[in-house]
């Protein structure tokens, strides 16, 4: 399944648009954010934002792991990614708070997204990093 994703998946072009992906959910108008009232689980959005950010620690990992081979410096830009993604969650909802309209700034929201981007560095730490097998 890595082989496939490194392959497939591993190239600019998926962190890329994951990147912009969440900048769109981000930052659209709270008007244009649909209100379903029949399918409401408890704290989706929450699940959602782990989601992106998780994915986004994930994907720039996994495209920085096709590019390097040296173990000691994907391990540091892997924890540089941990600390970009956590930096763009915490940024956008200062963003939300202040320049989006009908969107409101929350401090969960900032709690998801870390916890995602955690998750994305650690699969990103066992799934990634090339083991010795000696």
Request: contains cysteine; neutral net charge; hydrophobic residues 55%.
């Amino acid at each position: 399944m890595i082989a496939f994703l490194r392959k497939y998946v591993g190239v600019l072009l998926f962190p890329i648009l994951w990147t912009l992906i969440i900048a769109f959910l981000c930052f659209m108008p709270g008007s244009l954010i649909p209100n379903e009232s029949g399918f409401s689980i408890p704290n989706f959005d929450k699940m959602v934002h782990a989601g992106m950010f998780g994915g986004f620690a994930f994907l720039w990992s996994l495209y920085l792991s096709n590019k390097i081979s040296d173990v000691r410096l994907l391990l540091r830009l892997f924890f540089l990614v941990f600390l970009i993604a956590n930096a763009y969650g915490i940024g956008s909802e200062f963003v939300q708070k202040c320049c989006i309209p009908l969107r409101d700034f929350d401090e969960a929201d900032i709690i998801a997204d870390m916890i995602g981007t955690g998750i994305g560095y650690g699969l990103s730490n066992i799934f990634l990093i090339p083991r010795n097998r000696s």
